[in-house]
C-alpha cells in the first residue's frame, strides 16, 4: 500500500511539474527561441516590454531563455551543437563577434539601411546591430569621495577598495574595459590593471553581478556605461547614480542580433529582427538603456543624464583576442 | 559477522549499477570529449597555470578544513561532555546547516558583512562612523565563507564520534593527575583520531571544487579554483575539450585523494557503550550559554539579514514588494507580466521541490539498500564506489551532462527534468550512504538470525527487522538528500536549458540582476521547506535501543 502510494505521489508531481512548465506554452501556434543575456531578460530588462509587444504585433510566441552573461549565451548554443532549439541570439558585442559567427546565418534585412552606417560591423550581415552603448565609470554621489577625474585618477591610492572592475575573460563588459585602457593608455594598460587588480574591491565575472554589488553600496565606483544613470533617472527617480567622462576617451560597444544556423523557424527570426530595428528601438532606449542603432529615433529625456565624451575608440574582435589573452598572461599567470 | 546470502547483493545490484551509471555517465562524456582532441590532455598536464590553480584549490580547501576542524573541537568536547537545555536542538541546526547552499552563504555574507552590510551599518551607528570592518573580497572571505559552511560539519561528526564512545579513559587519565590538555592530546585526541581526520577529509572535499564562494567573495582574478577555471572555459571561452580535459585532471585529484582517504577511514567498529553526559553546574552552566552564544552568534546572523533584507530595501525602507511579486509572479520594473499563467518564481519552487522529492525518495532507496549489503557483507569497496561521485564536481556533472544531453536523439521538457534528476543524484546519493551506512552496522546479525530461527526468510527479516531499524536513518538520509538537492546550482544551471528553473537557479539570476530583495525572499523560502524538511528527518531517534 505504501508503496503505491508513493509511486503515486511521485505520478503527481512529475506531471505537476511539467504541467506547472507548460501552462505558459500554449497549443500550436508560430513560436520562436530566443537566447538572449541574463540583464535583458531579467525584471529591468528590455525584455519586460520588447517581447510582449512583438508577440501581440505578430501573434508569435517567443521563448527567451536566459542563458548567463553575452559570452555564455553563444557557448550554450555551440555546446548544444545541431540540436540547439535556439532560433536567434540576442545581445553578442562587437569585441566578441568572432566567437559568434561561425553558428549563425546570414540576413539581410530591409531595415539595415536605418542603421547608423557607422555601427554597422559585420559586412556579412550575421550579426545586426540594434542597440550601442558608451563604457564608463559610473559613481555614487552619496558616496563620501573626491570624484576621478581620469582612467589614470583611479589608481591613486584614495580610491583603494573603492572600485568594482569586471574580468575581461568572463564578460564582454570586462573586455571592454580592457580595450578602454588598452586604446586610451597606451603601453601603460598592463600597469593599469596590475595596480587597479590589487587596488579594485572585488573584480566581478560579469557586468549584472559587479553592477549589483554596486548598487548594493559596497563600493562606490563602477565600470559600466555612460548612459546607466539613465535608468535611475527613469525607473527610480534619482540623480543619485552619475557616469563620468575622462579626458582620455571612451570606448564604444555595439549589441547585436543574429539568426542561428539550421533554424527551423527562419521567418519568424527574421521578423524578429526586424522588429528590433523598427517598432522595438524606443523601448530599447527605455528599458535596456543604450543608444539606439537607429539614430532618428527620438530619444526620452532622461537622456539628457547620459553624458557624451568627445573621444571614442572602436576596436576590432581579433585585436580583442589577442589583448585579453595577454591580460591573462599578465595578470593572472 | 557475514552472511552467506546473496540477497542483500541482489537487493543492491538494481541500485549500485544506478549510481554507477549516475555517474559514469557524465564522467564518461567527459572523458570521451577530452580525449576527442589529444593535444588537450597533454597541454593541460603541462600548464603551468593548471598546477598553479591546484595549489590554490589545495591551499584553499586544506585551510578551510583545518580552520573548521580545530574550531570545532572545543565544542565538540564541551557538547559530548554535558548536557544541557538548547544541546539537541544546537546538534540539530548544525546538522541542517551542512546542508546550507553556497549561494545562501554567499547572499547572506554580502548583505551581512558586506562593505555596507549590516555589520558595518551597526558599527558605523555604534562608532559613529569610526569604525569600519572590511570583510569580504579577499582571501580570508573565501576561507571565511568555507568554514561557515563547514564548521557544522566537523562539530557535528566530532561530537557524535566523542558521545559514542565511552570516556572511562579520560576519567582514569583525570584521576591519575593529567590536566585537561594532557588528557585531550594524550587520551582523547589519539582515540578519535579517525574521526578528525574523516572530518577534515568531507571539509577539503567540499570546498575543493569550490566555485560560487571563491568568485564572488574572492574579489581577485587570481583566486581560482580548478572548478572556477572548468566553469569558464566551458561557459565563457569556448573551449570544451580543454575544460574536459581540465575536469579529467580535477576529477583524478580528487578520486585519488578519496581513495586514500577512505581506506584510512573506514570506521566499521562501532562501540556499544555510549558515555552518560554530566549535568552542567556552577561554571559549566556558564561555559554552556557561552559556547552555545557563540555557535548561534556564528551561523545565524548571515541568514537573519537575508531575512531582514526580505522585507527591507537597502536603505532600510519596509516594503513587501518582493514577496507580493513571489505570489502575483509579476516582472516590476519595465513593462507588464509577460508570462502568462502562474510566475517564474512559483514555478521555480513547485519545481525545487518535486525535483527534490523525487530526486530524495529515489536516492534514499537505492541508497538504504547499498547500505544493508555494504554492512551484511562487511564490503569496503562498495561504499567506497558510491562516495565515487563526490569526487565530482558539480560543474563537471554539469558539464558533462551537457554534453550526454547534446547527443541525445529526443530533447524535451522530460529529458531536460530526467537529466536534472540524475545530475542530483550524483550529489546525493553518496551522503545518503555515508548516513545509512552507520545505522545499518548497528542493525546486528543476531536478529536477523534470530528471525530466521522463527522461520522466516531472509527477505522477511530484512522487511520485517532490519528495515524498521533503519527507518530513523533513512529519514535522515532523506531529509539530507531533500536539502542538498533543493540548494543544488551548478548542474542545474548548466543544464536546465532555460527550462527547468529551480529556486536557487533564480536566487543566483536575481542575484546578477541586482534584486538582492527578491532573492532574500526566495532564499528565506528556500530555508523554511530545507528546515521543515529537516525537522521531519530529525523526529525519529537515530541513537536506537539497540545500540
Redesign the interface.
Known amino acids: 500500500m505504501k508503496k503505491v502510494l508513493?509511486v503515486c505521489?511521485?505520478l503527481v508531481?512529475?506531471a505537476?511539474?511539467?504541467f506547472?512548465?507548460?501552462?505558459?506554452e500554449t497549443q500550436e501556434q508560430k513560436s520562436l527561441t530566443v537566447?538572449a543575456y541574463?540583464?535583458f531578460c531579467?525584471?529591468?530588462?528590455?525584455?519586460?516590454?520588447v517581447?510582449?509587444a512583438f508577440?501581440e504585433a505578430t501573434g508569435i510566441k517567443v521563448n527567451l531563455?536566459?542563458?548567463?552573461?553575452a559570452?555564455?549565451v553563444?557557448?550554450?548554443v555551440?555546446?548544444?551543437?545541431s540540436?540547439t532549439?535556439c532560433d536567434v541570439i540576442l545581445g553578442i558585442t562587437d569585441d566578441i563577434a568572432d566567437?559568434a559567427y561561425d553558428l549563425l546565418e546570414a540576413y539581410e534585412s530591409p531595415y539595415i539601411g536605418t542603421i547608423d552606417q557607422s555601427l554597422v560591423f559585420d559586412a556579412e550581415s550575421r550579426l545586426i546591430p540594434f542597440d550601442w552603448g558608451t563604457f564608463a565609470f559610473v559613481y555614487d554621489t552619496q558616496a563620501e569621495i573626491e570624484v576621478p577625474s581620469s582612467l589614470m585618477d583611479l589608481t591613486d591610492e584614495q580610491y583603494k577598495?573603492k572600485v568594482i572592475l569586471i574580468?575581461p575573460?568572463?564578460?564582454s563588459v570586462g573586455a571592454g574595459l580592457l580595450m578602454w585602457t588598452y586604446n586610451a593608455l597606451g603601453d601603460n594598460w598592463e600597469s593599469w590593471w596590475k595596480t587597479m587588480?590589487?587596488n579594485?574591491?572585488?573584480?566581478?565575472?560579469?557586468w549584472?553581478?559587479g553592477?549589483?554589488?554596486f548598487?548594493?553600496?559596497?563600493?562606490p565606483i563602477v565600470i559600466s556605461y555612460t548612459t546607466s544613470p539613465v535608468y535611475h533617472v527613469m525607473?527610480e527617480d534619482t540623480t543619485r547614480y552619475q557616469a563620468l567622462l575622462f579626458p582620455e576617451g571612451h570606448e564604444i560597444t555595439i549589441e547585436a542580433a543574429g539568426i542561428v544556423k539550421g533554424t527551423k523557424h527562419r521567418e519568424e527570426a527574421e521578423a524578429f529582427i526586424d522588429f528590433l530595428l523598427t517598432s522595438a528601438q524606443v523601448d530599447l532606449a527605455?528599458?535596456n538603456s543604450m543608444y539606439p542603432v537607429n539614430s532618428t529615433v527620438e530619444l526620452p529625456a532622461a537622456y539628457d543624464y547620459a553624458p557624451v565624451p568627445e573621444k571614442t575608440f572602436r576596436t576590432t574582435e581579433e585585436l580583442t583576442g589577442k589583448i585579453v589573452q595577454m591580460w591573462t598572461d599578465a595578470?593572472?599567470? | 559477522m557475514k552472511t552467506r546470502d546473496g540477497f542483500y547483493l541482489r537487493q543492491a545490484l538494481p541500485a549500485l549499477a544506478v549510481t554507477v551509471t549516475v555517474f559514469l555517465l557524465p564522467i564518461g562524456a567527459v572523458f570521451l570529449r577530452a580525449f576527442s582532441a589529444p593535444g588537450e590532455l597533454a597541454a593541460v598536464v603541462t600548464d603551468r597555470y593548471t598546477w598553479r590553480l591546484l595549489l590554490f584549490t589545495m591551499a584553499e580547501s586544506g585551510l578551510s578544513a583545518l580552520c573548521s576542524v580545530v574550531l570545532a573541537m572545543p565544542f565538540a568536547l564541551f557538547f559530548s561532555r554535558y548536557s544541557f537545555r538548547g544541546r539537541r536542538a544546537l546538534l540539530a541546526m548544525s546538522d541542517a546547516a551542512f546542508a546550507l547552499p553556497a549561494i545562501l552563504a554567499v547572499l547572506g555574507f554580502v548583505i551581512c558583512y558586506g562593505n555596507n552590510g549590516l555589520l558595518n551599518k551597526a558599527l558605523g551607528l555604534i562608532t559613529q562612523g569610526r569604525a569600519k570592518a572590511s570583510i569580504l573580497y579577499s582571501f580570508k572571505a573565501i576561507i571565511l565563507a568555507h568554514v561557515y559552511l563547514n564548521f557544522p560539519v566537523a562539530f557535528s561528526l566530532i561530537t557524535t564520534a566523542l558521545s559514542s564512545m565511552p570516556d572511562t579513559e579520560e576519567k582514569a587519565s583525570r584521576l591519575l593527575g593529567a590536566g585537561e590538555m594532557k588528557t585531550f592530546f594524550r587520551v582523547t585526541l589519539p582515540r578519535i583520531w579517525q574521526s578528525v581526520l574523516a572530518a577534515f577529509t568531507l571539509i577539503f572535499l567540499f570546498c575543493f571544487p569550490s566555485f560560487l564562494i571563491v568568485m564572488t567573495l574572492g574579489g581577485n582574478p587570481r583566486f581560482y579554483t580548478l572548478e572556477a577555471e572548468i566553469y569558464r572555459r566551458t561557459y565563457t571561452d569556448a573551449r570544451p575539450a580543454s575544460s574536459a580535459a581540465l575536469a579529467l585532471f580535477s576529477f583524478a585529484v580528487m578520486a585519488v585523494l578519496l581513495l586514500v582517504t577512505g581506506y584510512g577511514s573506514q570506521d566499521r567498529k562501532v562501540s556499544r557503550k555510549a558515555r552518560i553526559l554530566e549535568k552542567t553546574k556552577g561554571s559549566s552552566r556558564i561555559w554552556a550559554i557561552v559556547l552555545s552564544a557563540l555557535i548561534v552568534l556564528f551561523i545565524a546572523p548571515p541568514m537573519l539579514s537575508i531575512l531582514y533584507r526580505s522585507f527591507f530595501t537597502k536603505d532600510g525602507v519596509f516594503t513587501l514588494k518582493a514577496w507580493k511579486d513571489i505570489i502575483s509572479g509579476a516582472r516590476p520594473g519595465a513593462g507588464t507580466a509577460f508570462s502568462k499563467g502562474i510566475g517564474t518564481s512559483m514555478r521555480a519552487i513547485i519545481n525545487s521541490i518535486a525535483i527534490a522529492l523525487v530526486s530524495s525518495l529515489a536516492t534514499v532507496k537505492m541508497a538504504s539498500s547499498i547500505a544493508m549489503c555494504s554492512a551484511r557483507r562487511n564490503s569496503t569497496f562498495i561504499p567506497l564506489l558510491t562516495m565515487l561521485p563526490m569526487a565530482v564536481g558539480s560543474v563537471t556533472s554539469g558539464l558533462g551532462y551537457a554534453f550526454v544531453s547534446a547527443n541525445l536523439p529526443l530533447r524535451n521538457i522530460v529529458t531536460a527534468y530526467l537529466m536534472v534528476l540524475l545530475a542530483h543524484m550524483v550529489v546525493t546519493i553518496p551522503f545518503a550512504v555515508k548516513t545509512l551506512l552507520p545505522g545499518a552496522r548497528k542493525i546486528p546479525v543476531r536478529l536477523v538470525l534470530a528471525a530466521k530461527t522463527l522461520g522466516k526468510d531472509t527477505k522477511e527479516a530484512y522487511r520485517l527487522v532490519e528495515k524498521p531499524l533503519l527507518a530513523p536513518y533513512r529519514r535522515r538520509a532523506f531529509a539530507f538528500s531533500f536539502a542538498l538537492s533543493l540548494g543544488e546550482v551548478n548542474a542545474t544551471l548548466a543544464l536546465g536549458e532555460g527550462k527547468v528553473t529551480t529556486v536557487p537557479v533564480l536566487i543566483y539570476k536575481m542575484i546578477n540582476q541586482y534584486n538582492y530583495q527578491g532573492a532574500s525572499a526566495l532564499a528565506v523560502i528556500l530555508l523554511a521547506v530545507a528546515i521543515a524538511v529537516f525537522a521531519i528527518g530529525e523526529t525519529g531517534e537515530t541513537d536506537n535501543a539497540l545500540s
Not at chain 1, 20 to 24: E, G, I
Not at chain 1, 78 to 81: F, P, S, Y
Not at chain 1, 215 to 219: F, I, L, P, R, V
Open positions: 508513493s505521489a511521485v508531481i512529475a505537476s511539474c511539467i506547472a512548465q507548460s501552462v505558459a537566447y541574463d540583464t531579467g525584471d529591468w530588462g528590455a525584455a519586460g516590454s517581447i510582449p508577440e531563455v536566459s542563458a548567463g552573461a559570452v555564455e553563444i557557448n550554450k555551440r555546446l548544444e551543437g540540436g532549439e566567437r577598495g574580468d575573460r568572463t564578460s587588480t590589487e579594485a574591491l572585488t573584480t566581478a565575472s560579469g549584472s553581478s553592477y549589483g554589488l548598487t548594493e553600496g559596497e563600493a525607473w527605455n528599458a595578470i593572472i599567470k
